[in-house]
T-cell receptor
Framework: NAGVTQTPKFRILKIGQSMTLQCAQD?????MYWYRQDPGMGLKLIYY???????DKGEVPNGYNVSRSTTEDFPLRLELAAPSQTSVYFC????????????????FGPGTRLTVL | QKEVEQNSGPLSVPEGAIASLNCTYS??????FFWYRQYSGKSPELIMS????GDKEDGRFTAQLNKASQYVSLLIRDSQPSDSATYLC?????????FGTGTRLKVLA
């Protein structure tokens, strides 16, 4: 299993440009998440999905959009990039988080480092 | 607002000592708790998970959970310089995970 994969690893954008960060998982997890992490800071949830066709906002959704057409893929779209979106973006997936059982942890992808100039 | 609180550190311990990392959580409905290790520039990596009150041991790591006090801890025995990283505590909610901001651990050789 590849686990959670993300592309690209690095990207530099100019202010106002748009791009899509790709995320895929091969563990058949229903739940998927997008986080951003600024230098020296914690993880902030951008969007999450509980299954194909179902998405919801996290703490910091402004300036981002998501879609979930399949169980495997959960792309994150940045429209009109701004310097404030310079960050490292992590995608993650999990089984059902609310169950008090083993093996319900989140699995993280390697991250995408985005710089907006 | 559901929260997970951690001391940001840095927590400095000498090589071979026991490192003790703590976190508290606000949501009494949380059932499962996790400790992740994150090296600088890398993604979080699961170290331990726990969902029953008491201790859970895995090698040099012991996770402790006290649901009455809403308290989770991680003990690292025989700390090594390679353990130097940021440790994130997380609580699982119904649909998502609530993360603390992390404790930076420095193991001094």
């Amino acid at each position: 299993n590849a686990g959670v994969t993300q592309t690209p690893k690095f990207r530099i954008l100019k202010i106002g440009q748009s791009m899509t960060l790709q995320c895929a998982q091969d563990m058949n997890h229903n739940y998927m998440y997008w986080y951003r992490q600024d230098p020296g800071m914690g993880l902030k949830l951008i969007y999450y999905s509980v299954g194909a066709g179902i998405t919801d906002k996290g703490e910091v959704p402004n300036g981002y959009n998501v879609s979930r057409s399949t169980t495997e893929d959960f792309p994150l779209r940045l429209e009109l990039a701004a310097p404030s979106q310079t960050s490292v973006y992590f995608c993650a997936s999990s089984p059902i988080p609310g169950l008090a059982t083993a093996y319900n942890e989140q699995f993280f992808g390697p991250g995408t480092r985005l710089t907006v100039l | 607002q559901k929260e997970v609180e951690q001391n940001s550190g840095p927590l400095s311990v000498p090589e071979g000592a026991i490192a003790s990392l703590n976190c508290t959580y606000s949501d009494r409905g949380s059932q499962s708790f996790f400790w992740y290790r994150q090296y600088s520039g890398k993604s979080p990596e699961l170290i331990m998970s726990i969902y029953s009150n008491g201790d859970k041991e895995d090698g040099r790591f012991t996770a402790q959970l006290n649901k009455a006090s809403q308290y989770v801890s991680l003990l690292i025995r025989d700390s090594q310089p390679s353990d130097s990283a940021t440790y994130l505590c997380a609580a699982a909610g119904t649909y998502k995970y609530i993360f603390g901001t992390g404790t930076r651990l420095k193991v001094l050789a």
